[in-house]
Nanobody, 125 residues
């Protein structure tokens, strides 16, 4: 599976961005697609994920109510709509795919098998 993330950029606080992650090489109709981010000097952290078999979506508390994950199955693409952005959302955002993701591992980056290259989101104050 190859993942291609796009949509990052510079936005003012309070603004919005939509990230996209296009998967190729295999239809990702099972497992989970996740979004993670890593700010300078910090560890990679969970942002959100969609588990296909469970039909469930999960978010980090820090983004709940502001970020939304959606999917476009016909294009094998997952989107991360980010609204009400804050300077602390500044990070490189990564999409990832895990074949065997279960509820207890959905938030763990180590559980994901494939990663996109990352796209930089910068939120200015």
């Amino acid at each position: 599976v190859q993942l291609q993330a796009s949509g990052g950029g510079l936005v003012q606080a309070g603004g919005s961005l939509r990230l996209s992650c296009a998967a190729s090489g295999r239809t990702v109709s099972s497992g989970a697609m996740g979004w993670f981010r890593q700010a300078p000097g910090k560890e990679r952290e969970f942002v959100g994920a969609r588990r296909w078999n469970a039909g469930s979506t999960y978010y980090a508390d820090s983004v709940k109510g502001r970020f939304t994950i959606s999917t476009d199955n016909s294009k094998n693409t997952v989107h991360l709509q980010m609204n009400s952005l804050k300077p602390e959302d500044t990070a490189v955002y990564y999409c990832a795919y895990g074949r065997g993701i279960i509820l207890s591992t959905v938030r763990s980056p180590n559980a994901y098998d494939y990663w996109g290259q990352g796209t930089l989101v910068t939120v200015s104050s």
